[in-house]
């Protein structure tokens, strides 16, 4: 049973019958295809392919990017949830992760862009689109990524138009702990549906 790639953990924790359930093929939304075009333009501006004047939002200023602080865009990791281990990928990937070794303990997750505060702060940035996401607590997918890169602060930056906003959230290692857990257990209860649905229609007290 392969457990799902962070940005799918919010379904699969609402529901995680969907994972053991026959899968549709992904099907590429207008949204989406508009979502990815921005971040590539907020990736080069952050690494310095592009001027700063290139997009309307002062993405430097909006996450604190000071002289000293290091900036990584589409940053990849793989968390081994048996271990708690976790393995860098690559950067920039677009979603391409290399073949599991262990698919039904393995999560990768892509990062938008994570600044290596030059006082050892890290903040993972994540941008969303018009309707911004839950808080960072409830948002299994920020919390998972935010467990990758060991981040201090989560910052959720709602883009509409030339508008923007931040949402700040301070972690701590007993955060970072809580979601280790949570994610440990993941693969026993994915295994325990799959063998219910095996003897039978999943229902709601299934799941």
């Given at each position: 049973m392969n457990l799902p790639t962070a940005s799918n953990l919010p379904r699969v924790m609402k529901c995680p019958a969907s994972q053991v359930l026959p899968q549709s093929p992904d099907v590429t939304s207008r949204a989406a295809s508009e979502g990815h075009?921005?971040?590539?333009?907020i990736a080069d501006v952050l690494t310095?392919?592009?001027?700063?004047?290139?997009?309307?939002?002062?993405?430097?200023?909006?996450?604190?990017?000071e002289d000293g602080d290091t900036v990584a865009v589409e940053r990849a990791w793989r968390l081994h949830v048996?271990?708690?281990?976790?393995?860098?990928?690559?950067?920039?990937?677009?979603?391409?992760?290399?073949?599991?070794?262990v698919p039904e303990y393995e999560i990768d997750g892509t990062a938008?862009?994570?600044?290596?505060?030059?006082?050892?702060?890290?903040?993972?940035?994540?941008?969303?689109?018009?309707?911004g996401a839950d808080a960072v607590r409830a948002n299994w997918q920020l919390r998972t990524l935010a467990l990758m890169a060991v981040a201090d602060i989560v910052a959720v930056v709602p883009l509409d138009g030339d508008e923007y906003g931040i949402d700040a959230t301070e972690l701590s290692a007993n955060?970072?702990?809580?979601?280790?857990?949570?994610?440990?257990?993941?693969?026993?209860?994915?295994?325990?549906?799959d063998e219910r649905r095996a003897l039978g229609p999943l229902g709601r007290g299934n799941v």
């Open positions: 075009a921005r971040h590539k333009r310095g392919r592009a001027p700063k004047d290139s997009i309307p939002w002062p993405v430097h200023e909006i996450l604190g990017i048996s271990t708690g281990r976790v393995e860098w990928l690559g950067d920039e990937l677009d979603r391409a992760y290399p073949p599991h070794v938008d862009a994570v600044v290596y505060k030059a006082d050892g702060t890290r903040v993972l940035a994540d941008w969303k689109g018009r309707g955060d970072h702990a809580a979601t280790e857990a949570t994610l440990r257990d993941l693969p026993r209860r994915l295994v325990a549906i």
